[in-house]
Each structure stands twice: as C-alpha cells, then as structure tokens.
C-alpha cells in the first residue's frame, strides 16, 4: 500500500491551531494562566508520568510539555521526547546503585519488619476515595495554610539517608538467585538502536522504563489475572531522590550534579527448580524502575519483567511473556502515533478499497444472474 | 572551609544565576576568562545497575550542563575550574566554573562565593530534613490482628 501526498489546508491548519489555543485561554479575564511550578507541584503525579513516558528528567520542560498539551499525556510525553531529540548526547553516567536514594517512600508486603522500617510517605494507598468536595472552593490562605501546619509538626528524630534493600536479606538466607557477578555487557540504548529481536533484557527494561503506564498495566494485568503465573510478592517499593554523581572535570572526583526522583520496585515471584540438578530452588525475581513517583507503573514493569526473563528462556506461553508483543506495544508516543495517523487523509487509498469492493460486488452480482 | 569541592556546585546552584553573577561581576571584573573546554549544554544517558540480577540498563535522559574555565588574573596568573550541572542553562554553569575556580584557589573575593556555598548547603541540608520527617511521620509498624487486640496505633 503507497501513501499519497496532499496539499492545501494550510490556513484551517492554522486556524486550528488558533482554535486550540482558544480552548486553552477561553477563561478569559476571570482565568489565570497555569504556572510552570503550580503543575509540577500540584500536579505531582500527572507531570511524573510524562516525565517517565518522555524518558527525559527535566522537570521544568515536563510541566511546559502539560500545559502546551491541556493536560492530554501522551501529546504531552511526545513533545518532551520531541524535545530531547534536538538535544546533543554529552555522555553517559557511570553505573548509579540506587541503594543511595534518599527515600521519601518505602514499604514491603514481603515482611512487616524489614531493615529501617516501613514508611508510608505520601501515598493514597490508604484513602477513601470519598471526593473532597471542600477543595472546590479552596481559597489561596487556606491552601497556603495547610503547608504551614504540616511543617510546624513535623517530628525531628533523626532518619537515615540511605536504607538497605530488602532483597539483600532474603539473599543472604539463600532464598533468591545469586548476582550477575560476570563482566557484564553495555546496556542496550533504544535511543540509538532499533528493536530487533532477540533483545538483551537491558533493551525491556530501558523500553519499559519510558512505556505508557497503561500499557505496561493492561499487559502485566492480564499476567496477574491468569494469563501468565508470576504470582509476585512486592519485596520493596521504594520512592526517592537518586543523587546523580559525575566525575569532577578537572579532579575526576565523583561530584553531585543533582537529583532524579524515581520510583523502583523488586518483586519476588513463584519459585523455580534451578537448570543445575544439584543447585537448589530459589525464588524468581523481576525489577521494576521509572522516572518520577509512579508506583503502579513500576510494579507492572517488575511484573511484566519476571513474565519475559520466563519467555526469554523457556519460550512464551502467554502475551505478556512475548518480549516482541509486550516491548513493541507499550510505548505510547509509538502506538499513539498509529492510532493518529488514522485521523490522516487516506482518500487515495479508501478510493481504491471501495473500486475493489464495488468490483466484487458487480461480481458476484453477475454471478448470481 | 568545611564544605568539600564536591558540594560547592550543587550549593551554590540553589541560587539564581542573576545573584552569582552580580557577585562574579564584582570579583572577576578585571580577570580575563576563558574556556578550556566550550560551555556545553545537552543530554547525558543515566546508567542503573537493576538490584535484581545487577544487570545494567538505561533509565532515561537527564539534562547535563558543563563548563571548564581559565581565569586569568591581573598578576597574569592563570587559575582553573570545571562545573557541570543537571541543568540546561548555560550562563549559570559557565558562572559555576568560575566559582569553582575562585574558591579553590582562594582568589580575591571567594568568601563572598562561600558565604553562598554555605546559604545553598543549608537550603539542601533543610530539604532532605522535610524529607526524613516525612519519612519519620509515616513510619508504620503493622502488627498481625490477633483475637484478642484491638487495631490501633
């Protein structure tokens, strides 16, 4: 099937665009044009997913990419992706061990006692999900005063920066599988090269790591509701700020240029007889890891992990153990785009599906005379 | 001069880029600058190791910023400092490199940069004190409901 090109349009194009902006100022007088930092803070968790799904931590952009959107995600992650295209490659890190993050979440539902204790942090795991209609009318002093409050009341024992991982105590009781200890092979960058089957699993999980949240769920659903037997426990879900650390220019020291909040899960799944006869069974794992504080997309990804490690070596049974099906179809600029194009004038095409249609048809009806 | 080279940058970016140059503008006024390596402004790929297996992979993009400076002083003696910064903002990383050209060799004027060094260290020390209230605010003992306990905190 050949494309054909078409013309014309260009002022509807622009006006359009004009209608569009329109849309977004069409408060008029009585509206206030939303600001960068009000997004990014009061719209935490909507800017942390187009962070992920950009695959670019740049908060500031994140925010200008929602408002220049009204808010539509996957238009807002395709123009922060846009963005970063333009953007020169200075380097890559050195290997971060996210051991060092400095958490604002950690929990398990592994154990209830795990090595520094369980912290809620903000979550609305516990909420009711009661709308909260005094927020309709919230007025800027009591909003400014609830930061005020919380702030006055906050305890002052002290924390540690830093917590163990809970993976490292199950290791060490001989529950989990060892460590890749080999000289390991550079990860697959998937902003360089192309897919092509078979990948390393550096390749699905750098993929996963920027899919669309409801893709990666929808697939590691369908695992979790029987197509698939992962079966996972969450040994630890951790929300924080990872130091990002670079070697000074000049003195080569490991020097802090910043911070990436992330969220990160491991999840210990049913266990497995080892290949080796003689070694014993172990747990099986799958990692989970995404910019921004997004939980439900880094289960999934550590769900949807586990389900390919199984595809990889013993073949899929189920869709969310392809690693062909499952990394071709999460991410969501890509899938967008297809969907989009459909809005796309196809007349040259549809003109000829309908000369072979009425073709068949003056066929058959010859036929039947 | 407590704090370390190492935290001088991300101190000292807490700031505005207007407030480090105004205080630059003073210093370096008689001083000729000039870059070792171009001021550069781009990507750089961020490498995980997954805690997992320790398999590496590539998270995402970060935004990445760097500057290496010479400065030349009126006694024409030639001093150098680097920055780089998780940043896209060219102006403040070329001023970060000069900072921290003046405050390791302690050139005229670097108590005033320090002062800064020292204000951007509290703001950040102050953040990740929120951030472990926080932390201690939600601490959670979940306890096993037995027959004879009431659930409480």
Same mark, same amino acid.
């Given at each position: 099937?050949?494309?054909?090109?078409? #013309?014309?349009?260009?002022?509807a194009i622009e006006g359009a665009a004009d209608a569009l902006e329109l849309l977004r100022t069409q408060q008029g007088e009585s509206g206030q044009p939303l600001d960068i930092e009000t997004i990014e803070k009061q719209l935490y968790f909507l800017h942390s997913r187009i962070i992920s799904e950009g695959g670019l931590y740049h908060p500031k952009l994140a925010a200008l990419a929602i408002k220049q959107s009204l808010g539509d995600t996957l238009e807002a992650s395709f123009a922060l992706r846009a963005y970063r295209s333009t953007k020169p490659r200075l380097l890559e890190t050195p290997e971060h061990d996210t051991t060092n993050m400095r958490l604002v979440r950690r929990?398990?539902?592994?154990?209830k +006692?795990?090595?520094?204790? =369980?912290? %809620?942090?903000? !979550? &609305? $795991?516990? /909420?009711?999900?009661? %709308?909260?209609? @005094?927020?309709?009318? @919230?007025s800027p002093a009591q909003f400014q005063n609830i930061a #005020? !409050?919380?702030? /006055?009341?906050?305890? &002052? =024992? !002290?924390?540690p920066d830093s917590f163990p991982k809970v993976l490292d105590s199950l290791r060490a009781e001989g529950l989990l599988p060892k460590v890749n200890q080999a000289a390991r092979e550079q990860p697959f960058d998937i902003t360089r090269e192309p897919l092509v089957f078979p990948v390393s699993r550096s390749a699905a999980l750098a993929t996963m790591a920027r899919g669309e949240t409801g893709s990666l769920l929808a697939i590691a659903y369908s695992n979790m509701r029987g197509y698939g037997d992962v079966h996972p426990t969450v040994a630890e879900l951790r929300v924080g700020y990872l130091p990002i650390m670079l070697p000074h220019p000049i003195t080569g020291e490991l020097t802090e240029v910043g911070e990436v909040l992330m969220t990160e899960c491991e999840v210990v799944a049913m266990y497995q007889d080892n290949d080796n006869k003689n070694a014993i069974p172990t747990f099986t794992l799958g990692y989970g890891a995404c910019f921004g504080h997004n939980e439900v997309k880094a289960i999934s990804m550590a769900i949807l992990d586990r389900a390919l490690q199984k595809g990889m070596k013993d073949g899929a049974e189920n869709p969310s153990e392809d690693p062909e099906f499952v990394l071709l179809h999460v991410d969501g600029i890509d899938s967008m785009g297809f969907a989009s194009h459909y809005k796309m004038p196809h007349y040259v095409t549809f003109q000829s599906d309908m000369d072979r249609l009425r073709t068949t048809q003056q066929k058959q009806e010859a036929s039947h005379e | 001069m407590n704090i370390p080279r190492r935290d001088w940058s991300k101190a000292i970016a807490t700031q505005s880029t207007q407030q480090i140059t105004a205080i630059l503008n003073v210093i370096a006024q008689n001083w000729t600058i000039t870059p070792v390596q171009l001021p550069q402004t781009g990507l750089a790929m961020l490498k995980l190791r997954d805690s997992a297996f320790n398999d590496p992979y590539f998270l995402g993009e970060i935004p990445l910023a760097s500057a290496w400076v010479t400065i030349r002083t009126e006694d024409n003696l030639d001093y150098q400092g680097a920055a780089q910064l998780m940043d896209d903002d060219q102006g403040k990383i070329e001023a970060l490199a000069v900072c921290d050209a003046i405050l390791t060799h302690q050139l005229t004027g670097w108590l005033a940069l320090y002062k800064l060094v020292e204000i951007g260290m509290a703001e950040l020390t102050k953040e990740q004190q929120l951030r472990n209230a926080l932390l201690a605010k939600t601490r959670v003992d979940f306890a096993l409901l037995t /027959? &004879? @306990? =009431? $659930? +409480? +905190?």
């Open positions: 099937m050949g494309y054909v090109a078409i #013309k014309g349009g260009g002022r929990i398990s539902a592994s154990f +006692d795990i090595p520094g204790g =369980q912290m %809620l942090g903000p !979550t &609305t $795991d516990y /909420a009711l999900r009661l %709308l909260r209609m @005094e927020l309709l009318n @919230e #005020k !409050t919380l702030f /006055a009341n906050l305890p &002052t =024992q !002290t924390i | /027959a &004879t @306990e =009431q $659930d +409480d +905190d």
